[in-house]
């Protein structure tokens, strides 16, 4: 019997497991995931096996994802042993665990090389950054011996690639009952830079390379996600638990909708996108947020305001193409008040934010976070809403 090939995920969340191990496993892929969640590896180490549940707003179907072995992280030599015979290798650990992961891929690929083994190998990128492809490829650069680094641009493929599947984090109460289980909604989409490969283009379920693949990360960022951020920010106004009961508010809707039109008239503008489709797009978006089934929750909508506020960010992003292209963005207006609202708690980086402003002030926080000047038409909007926020009755957060 022929071995299959296999396909190397670092990362087994949300991502990993709720998205790219039912893609590369439909693929014909013996899936190896990589983690550092301990209980998790040995579940799937022990089951060869784990439980996808598709809930859809209709219906919802459990999926066995098989073959799949899993290691942990921490255990490089067993991980470079996997990464020197991968077909293909995929990432979602967050940007942040990158630098981690390249000293074990470095020491496969030199495996790999040193074994005379030349095929191009490939590593799918979904990490909520731009830039992710070029650090990684640093990082493992640095690591490498001198002699193989000229390798790493002639064999490996950095492709990033566009994650708009929703998976909500398991609850404890899912966890305990099996660790291995995974929520996330049907969507199975996952376009690619097709430019980023290296030899050939891999086939893979639902895989869809793109070019321009700019296109298509701004179309996700200032559409999907600014409108996830509207929905998070407005709805933690008016007093809401999950994203889904925001969608019918009276007084957000009509400000969500329009910054959806707002930012789909820029990415029309700026990447020549069909407008019909575009609209199918938007509503097929808010159709997906309306899946109670999901109960993806405002704290996780609207966390990390600061991030989420940068000048190239889904909010501020977006505004800027807006204005670009002669658009007046005042619904996404709406979106940066609101963020800059956002004085949840529980969230280390909104105390945070909250603490900018009570020291520099409005205009201070514009110009550094958001790199919006005082004398700007985009901050005179945001700061009539931002007011608003703050004093209209029906913005005070109900509890």
């Known amino acids: 019997m022929q071995e299959r090939s296999t396909a190397v995920i670092f990362g087994a969340g949300s991502v990993g497991r709720g998205f790219l191990g039912q893609l590369f496993n439909e693929s014909g892929y013996e899936v190896v995931f990589v983690d550092v969640d301990e209980v998790l590896v040995e579940a799937l180490a022990r089951q060869g096996t784990y439980t996808l549940r598709l809930s859809g707003i209709e219906k919802a179907e459990n999926l066995t994802i098989s073959p799949v072995r899993a290691i942990n992280s921490l255990r490089t030599e067993q991980v470079a042993a996997e990464v020197a015979k991968a077909s293909l290798m ?16 470095a020491a496969g690929l030199a495996q790999r090389w040193e074994a ?9 990128i979904c990490e909520n950054l731009h830039d992710a492809p070029a650090l990684l490829c640093g990082y493992m650069r640095e690591t490498l011996p001198d002699a193989l680094k000229p390798y790493v641009r002639e064999r490996v493929g950095f492709v990033p690639a566009v994650i708009a599947r929703m998976s909500p984090v398991p609850t404890p109460e899912q966890r305990a009952a099996d660790p291995t289980l995974i929520v996330a909604e049907p969507y199975k989409v996952l376009p690619v830079d097709r430019k980023a490969f290296v030899g050939d283009i891999p086939q893979v379920v639902g895989m869809e390379p793109v070019a321009p693949f700019t296109a298509y990360v701004e179309r996700k960022l200032y ?6 951020a509207m929905l998070g920010y407005l709805g933690y106004c008016r007093g809401y638990v999950y994203g889904y009961e925001v969608l019918g508010d009276p007084w957000v809707r009509p400000l969500l909708d329009q ?13 020549g996108f ?32 600061l991030r989420k506020l940068a000048p190239g960010d889904r909010l501020v992003g977006a505004a800027r193409l807006a204005e670009r292209h002669g658009i007046r963005p005042e ?14 708690p529980d969230d280390t980086h909104a105390m945070e934010l909250q603490t900018k402003l009570a020291r520099e002030g409005l205009g201070g ?28 009755p029906q913005w005070q957060r109900r509890t």
């Open 259 to 271: 910054a959806l039109d707002e930012a789909g008239r820029a990415v029309v503008a700026e990447h």
């Open 331 to 344: 619904g996404l207006a709406w979106g940066i008040a609101a963020a800059l609202a956002y004085d949840n």
């Open 116 to 124: 005379g083994q030349t095929t191009p190998l490939n590593v799918i």
């Open 223 to 228: 559409m999907h996600n600014a409108a996830h």
């Open 274 to 305: 069909d407008p019909q489709a575009l609209q199918e797009h938007v509503q097929d978006i808010l159709a997906r947020f309306a899946n109670r089934a999901l109960a993806d929750p405002i704290g996780r909508l609207a966390r990390d305001p």
């Open 90 to 105: 995929a990432t979602a650990v967050g940007a942040r665990a990158l630098a981690d992961i390249a000293r074990p891929i």
């Open 365 to 392: 926080i514009l110009r550094y976070v958001c790199d919006i000047q005082e004398d700007e038409p985009l901050a005179d909007l945001v700061r009539s809403r931002y007011r608003v926020l703050r004093e209209e």
